[in-house]
């Protein structure tokens, strides 16, 4: 759905190995497509501006492994919970991998916030399916697609996975036949609610390559655009 004249930022930065810039880039194209005006910045200070997050209708993030400092800017300093009352008042957020689930580790406010919370990525990169398993509009008409990324084993609030405040869109089984969470099913895409605000979540873009698969990128392009501030 067109957003014209919705006004969108993406906070990017953390661990390299996340490719958090060519992948930001790539979520700018996808939402500049959209009619969304969007800025980026390398930098979590925007957290501490109560106003501007307020201006905003959806924030972006892809940032890995927060420091120390970035920590204090988001537990100590207010913005874990400047970007809280802002979404519960209405902003969209969205993400995906460890750039939105694996962010700040010691940030329980902020993991209870997102629904979900990176803990083991078994066998590292690896082939895997992504199964899609609802009729959601993110996800409708979306095939089932493979990807040879890190499959993401997530802590995930049990709202999310009953139902009671979101939704799986997406799944992955893990298989091995050596390790105890062999076809263990894990929610690999969702939504969510946070007051009057939408959260979006994808738990693959280990590095914006996985995007090059057209289901991977697409179902980016619709929650992002459904996580939006006023959006139907």
């Not at 913005?79 to 993400?95: C, E, H, M, R, V």
């Amino acid at each position: 759905m067109a957003q014209s004249g919705k006004q969108a930022l993406i906070i990017w930065g953390g661990w390299d190995g996340h490719t958090p810039y060519p992948s930001s880039l790539m979520a700018l194209e996808l939402l500049e497509e959209e009619g969304f005006t969007v800025k980026m910045e390398n930098s979590l200070k925007p957290y501490l501006d109560m106003e501007l997050l307020e201006s905003l209708d959806l924030l972006v993030q892809c940032w890995t492994q927060g420091s120390a400092d970035d920590e204090k800017i988001m537990m100590d300093g207010g913005g874990t919970k400047n970007l809280s009352n802002a979404i519960l008042d209405g902003l969209g957020f969205a993400g995906w991998h460890g750039g939105m689930n694996d962010s700040f580790r010691r940030d329980t406010e902020y993991q209870f916030l997102t629904g979900s919370q990176w803990v083991a990525h078994p066998g590292g990169v690896i082939d895997f399916e992504v199964n899609i398993v609802s009729d959601d509009p993110i996800v409708n008409g979306i095939d089932d697609f493979k990807l040879k990324s890190e499959q993401y084993y997530c802590h995930v609030d049990p709202g999310i996975i009953s139902g009671i405040n979101g939704k799986v869109l997406a799944t992955t089984t893990f298989k091995s036949n050596i390790m105890p969470w062999n076809g263990v099913v894990m929610p690999f895409a969702y939504k969510k609610y946070w007051g009057d605000g939408r959260i979006f979540y994808a738990a693959y873009g280990h590095t914006f390559s996985d995007f090059e698969v057209e289901g991977a990128k697409e179902i980016l392009r619709r929650g992002m655009s459904w996580a939006t501030r006023g959006d139907d």
